[in-house]
T-cell receptor, first 117, second 114 residues
Framework: AQSVTQLDSQVPVFEEAPVELRCNYS??????LFWYVQYPNQGLQLLLK??????LVKGINGFEAEFNKSQTSFHLRKPSVHISDTAEYFC???????????????FGQGTELSVKP | GAVVSQHPSWVICKSGTSVKIECRSL??????MFWYRQFPKQSLMLMAT?????????EQGVEKDKFLINHASLTLSTLTVTSAHPEDSSFYIC??????????FGPGTRLTVT
């Protein structure tokens, strides 16, 4: 089974400052990793995903994440945030095995990013 | 990107009634459909997985007789909440998966049971 832990439930940050949202996972099989963003009263939007290859993944809106297998982490970063980045961010994993084939997603608890002027 | 629609986007119903939520993949065929629910200020929890033409597989703790899932075609799946109660009030999100294993999230349906 897989599990995901987002280490910070809330992250307040000032506009134009850098931000890192932390995500750790556990799994007995190899996984795919995802970051999603959810704006108030909206559905989820994919920010980026790691399937294989380069461990540094770039996504939309200037976000990037780095897969660290030894530390079982997939932290999300942005060098300079905007007010419009205020939202809930979810880290998710999906087992990469013959049964799941990257289907069922297990989500972390979410991190509320609040960007202040 | 792929387009997924859910209808209705918001529904209010009285306790004891049933509500049907539709999920459509508008520009691709979905071999698999995942249904999630999200309580306020909480994460998404998978409720069930369905493959077109087959019975849904429910996650532990999810009542299959209460949450009826139908995946009759490659572009349409429905979730029916039967005999709804206030504790069923939640945000329900469908996620169709295509033949190429890409997943796309629907915009969600907010259910409020009074």
């Amino acid at each position: 089974a897989q599990s995901v832990t987002q280490l910070d439930s809330q992250v307040p940050v000032f506009e134009e400052a850098p931000v890192e949202l932390r995500c750790n996972y556990s799994s007995s099989v190899s996984v795919y990793l995802f970051w999603y963003v959810q704006y108030p009263n909206q559905g989820l939007q994919l920010l980026l995903k790691y399937l294989s290859g380069s461990t540094l993944v770039k996504g939309i809106n200037g976000f990037e994440a780095e897969f660290n297998k030894s530390q079982t982490s997939f932290h999300l970063r942005k060098p300079s945030v905007h007010i419009s980045d205020t939202a809930e961010y979810f880290c998710a994993v999906s087992a990469n095995d013959a049964y799941n084939q990257g289907g069922k997603l297990i989500f972390g608890q979410g991190t509320e990013l609040s960007v202040k002027p | 990107g792929a387009v997924v629609s859910q209808h209705p986007s918001w529904v209010i119903c009285k306790s004891g009634t049933s509500v049907k939520i539709e999920c459509r993949s508008l520009d691709f065929q979905a071999t698999t459909m995942f249904w999630y629910r999200q309580f306020p200020k909480q994460s998404l929890m998978l409720m069930a997985t369905s493959n077109e033409g087959s019975k849904a597989t429910y996650e532990q703790g999810v009542e299959k007789d209460k949450f009826l899932i139908n995946h009759a075609s490659l572009t349409l799946s429905t979730l029916t909440v039967t005999s709804a109660h206030p504790e069923d009030s939640s945000f329900y999100i469908c996620t169709p998966r295509s033949f190429s294993y890409e997943q796309y999230f629907g915009p969600g349906t907010r259910l409020t049971v009074t």
